[in-house]
Each structure stands twice: as C-alpha cells, then as structure tokens.
C-alpha cells in the first residue's frame, strides 16, 4: 500500500506530488520529502549542470589538445572489401557445359555467343 504524497514547493509555493514510488525510495533511506516541485527542481538541477559544464570547460582550456592524439592513427584498416561473404552469395545462373553436357551453374548470365563450361571442364581446360 502506497500512497503519493502532496507538499508545497519552497520555490515558487505551488502544490505539487510527490509521486508513490519517489516517496518510498525517500523514506526507505530516510531522506526528506522533495521542499520543490519537479519543475523547480529540474530547473536547479539544470542550473548545476551548466555550473558544470562551465567548470569542464574550464578545465578542458586549461589543457588544451592532450588526449586527443593517442588514437588518431591506429585501426581502420577492418573494412569489407566487395559484396563477397565467403563465396556464397554470388547470384548464379544454371546452364548446360559445352563440353560434359551436364547441368551446371556460372556466375554470370549464358548468352550463348560462347560456350559455358561446368567447373570441371572449366579448370581441366584452364588447367592445360
Ligand atoms: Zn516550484
Ligand atoms: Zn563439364
């Protein structure tokens, strides 16, 4: 059983809720119940940040460049070259070898201006 909790923002003095979930998790570790409203808060919280910010900044000024050289050069050579996988997802087309007559299939379309040859007879061919 829980339940959301109402409070007054110390901020702009608007009512607002103190959703169930958030209450709990204050009780249970014994913090005080939100003095703003999310908006206000948020709005405080925003304003840390750019003190931050601000501060990082600084810091990054204070030493200008450093740590920025150290993996400019190294890698980049991984890229894929081609479409090719492996071998295994050229497009082929079945046709007939020229020279055994059995069925086979080529990488490239059979136009039929010139013979088309089964791997076999192809490399036996190519081979002498
Ligand atoms: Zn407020
Ligand atoms: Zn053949």
Known sequence: MTTSMENICTSCGSQFVVPAAEAKFRIDRGLETPAQCPACRGA????????????????????????????????????????????????????????????????????????????DCFNARKGT
Do not use: M
Request: charged share 25%; aromatic share 6%; proline share 7%.
């Open 44 to 119: 405080s919280r925003a304003s840390r940040n750019i003190d931050l910010l601000a501060l990082y900044e600084r810091a990054d000024s204070l030493s200008p460049q450093d740590g920025r050289s150290t993996n400019a050069r190294s890698g980049g050579d991984g890229r894929s070259r081609g479409p090719r996988r492996g071998g295994v997802t050229q497009q082929r087309y079945s046709t007939v070898c020229a020279a055994c007559g059995s069925d086979t299939t080529v990488p490239f379309v059979p136009r039929g201006d010139r013979p088309v040859y089964c791997r």
